[in-house]
């Protein structure tokens, strides 16, 4: 068997391969900003909101992101700790051997754990409007809870 034509065929192989990579790498990195909000979940959705419906200005876009990044930061933490109670809880509950009286105390503590995460839902709803100018509030209050209600839900309207 002749070696070149194999090696010619390589060759164009490895060129061809070699100019896909290019196109992705170029591909990706002039997606920039815009493909990371789209692929950023829940968070895109809102943006896109205060963006479109509210007219948020780029300053105000900004303020959000800040914000966003804080109450992500917040409510991982909150969580955390969330975690952290309820496993001590369950560790007095069978400390307690699941007596009465400790089963009642541990779903008392338990119903009473879930209204944090709301409570700071609430608030950072409260930081968004903030930013809010005074012709911006109208369109943010009677509409964010189309946005903000969604709770896991996909955008399936667009």
Do not use: W
Request: glycine share 6%.
């Amino acid at each position: 068997m002749n070696a070149q034509p194999k090696t010619k065929v390589l060759i164009i192989i490895i060129g061809i391969l070699l100019i896909a990579n290019i196109v992705m790498l170029a591909f990706f990195l002039q997606g920039g900003h815009k493909e990371k909000r789209e692929r950023g979940g829940k968070n895109s959705y809102v943006f896109e909101y205060l963006e479109k419906e509210v007219g948020f200005s780029a300053g105000q876009l900004d303020r959000y992101d800040s914000l966003s990044k804080l109450h992500r930061e917040h409510v991982k933490a909150s969580f955390n700790e969330l975690s952290a109670n309820r496993k001590k809880t369950f560790q007095a509950l069978a400390a307690a051997s699941f007596s009465d009286s400790a089963i009642k105390h541990t779903a008392t503590m338990m119903h009473d754990q879930p209204a944090l995460p709301e409570l700071n839902m609430l608030r950072h709803l409260k930081e968004i409007r903030d930013i809010c100018t005074k012709e911006q509030l109208l369109r943010f209050d009677t509409g964010f809870y189309k946005i903000f209600g969604r709770r896991g839900q996909t955008h399936k309207e667009k």
